[in-house]
DNA sequence: GTGAAAGCGCTAACAT
DNA sequence: ATGTTAGCGCTTTCAC
């Protein structure tokens, strides 16, 4: 040890010229960057609230989140969107990361694609899609705990005949919802007719299936939409028509976003914590960081919460 | 120069032993990280998009966002808040950004604030808030541009006595607001009653400082709010006492949140471009790194957009 | 054109 | 307890 009095003395005249380490120095040598890749797109309620729980987590760790997330592609060739990904894990890789966070582009990805990530033993965590076939933590929702609840939230207000609006199966976490959904309703003797919306956030798309949907007989007195974002489409098919919500139409959405407050009428709904979700990954990638944490890849789904607002009501009241 | 053949063999083994250069230690020795500090809480939408356009141009010439925000501190004394953002810039210093991009917490801190910034040479742009006394590049909105359109608007419609609802002074953006609106509505013969709203986003101060709009004699016709976000405290309060919005009072917002477009009406506003801010912020920050742009502190503002929409009508329109 | 050496600012492993 | 040295992975300079 250093006596007290040279180590104060010593920090005085450092302040005093003004000294500060140089991080990147120290990091080339220990190996240990205190930098944490994120490539998650802070984009809309979702991705916001992601990037501030991940930032709230690093910052009272030492640490900085390097952000970096694939430029949208139009071109929807999967191959092309994952070897951007994979392209974007490697630049944040260049610059000597810890660790990464990544919200992946879809959850078909092999483990080889991530070689680069395993060899460097860097940590991968990835939020909200979990990765099927890639040794990588995993931090999200509930997705089957949360249909349920609206499922039975539902069948609470004495809905039997319903609907519901899924998400592509091709993402676990929609063929998730909309499985444990359906589930739900049928063992409790209700029956369910289910909609795929084939690209999520377009409108048109969105107005066709609620039509198709409505149009089935028995007519469904409610549905369950796999993501808030398509409750404006479904909102719009049902005026068009003259339904109004919730009297002759319940509708439940998931996530809840900002805007599912604000709609007419108010969105029911079940709520992510998004922002928990961020802190719980970056959390887990610090540890995985100090090499706690070992072993098997951590899943972890946090619990959702029903948010009833006026856009579901009993089924009792006036039709059927 | 070294021959094509070489150059490309030892590429061909570099990949095949999967090479990847260590930015750290070129960074240490070139004296440029190609990381640009960002000090832009990405919250809302207003923050969003404008980390979105940063990362869009600094992806593009190579470079990447570091992020780092101040957590915000409910001890409201400016002091404390000045101190923690200082700790903010010198910790992303300590990763030797090449760059600064801070979204400031007031316009009044000091030059020496940011010595630090000055002495190692590393170029500050704010955005969205003007610093006065430091010598650094800003990008933000043309608020007085924006607030006249506002006015201007207002008085197509035929209004004449008219109120605001102003942010806190002490915020140039506000300031600039205020005064052009003000300003503009006077020069055309028109009378307008200003009230500064205490506490941005409280919603109860809203409602109070509308009702006091309102009381005003002879009842102002129309209303210009500092931020759309005030919108949803008038239009609680407008409804409470039975005013129809826009046949009983005209609305006008600032901003163009994502919520604006869903209120009922829907909010005529003035948009902001925050993702331009972000991507010009960037570029110039760039430019200073690369020791073009030399000289004065550039000052950006860019030029908003009138968007009307429903919450403002013609005072022709029944009463008076 | 190519190789060797110095050095960036730090930490870790040694001596003293 | 303190001082010295080697070396992290790169770029730059200077011989060859």
């Keep these: ?32 960057s205190h930098i944490i890749g994120v490539s998650v797109p802070p984009i809309g309620d979702f991705g916001s609230r992601m990037v501030c729980g991940i930032h709230e987590v690093l910052v009272v760790s030492d640490h900085l989140p390097l952000l970096h997330w694939r430029t949208p592609d139009p071109s929807a060739d999967p191959e092309r969107i994952r070897s951007a990904e994979l392209a974007v894990v490697n630049a944040l890789l260049d610059y000597r990361v810890d660790g990464v966070i990544l919200f992946p582009a879809d959850d078909w990805v092999l483990d080889l694609h991530f070689r680069e990530l395993h060899r460097r033993g860097v940590p991968l965590v990835t939020v909200d899609r979990q990765l099927q076939q890639v040794a990588a933590d995993f931090v999200g929702t509930d997705d089957r705990y949360g249909a349920r609840l609206a499922a039975e939230h539902l069948l609470a207000l004495g809905h039997r005949q319903v609907a519901q609006l899924a998400g592509a199966m091709s993402y676990g976490t929609y063929a998730d919802r909309s499985d444990a959904f359906e589930e739900t309703i049928r063992s409790a003797g209700g029956t369910c007719v289910t909609l795929e919306k084939p690209a999520l956030s377009e409108l048109a798309g969105t107005i066709f299936q609620t039509n198709r949907l409505l149009d089935s007989r028995p007519r469904p007195s409610a549905v369950f939409l796999a993501h808030d974002h398509l409750a404006s489409g479904v909102f719009a098919a049902a005026a068009a028509r003259g339904l109004q919500i919730p009297r002759d139409l319940s509708v439940i959405g998931f996530a809840d976003l900002a805007h599912a407050a604000l709609l007419h009428p108010p969105l029911t709904t079940v709520r992510q914590d998004t922002e928990a979700i961020g802190r719980r990954a970056a959390d887990l990638v610090l540890r995985r960081c100090l090499g706690q944490e070992i072993g098997e890849p951590v899943r972890l789904r946090l619990v959702p919460e029903l948010i009833v607002r006026a856009s579901t009501a009993s089924i009792s009241q006036g039709r059927e």
């Design 1 to 32: 040890m250093v006596s007290e009095e040279r180590r104060v003395r010593i920090l005085a005249v450092a302040k005093r010229l003004g000294y500060r380490p140089n991080l990147m120095a120290r990091a080339i040598q220990t190996g240990r």
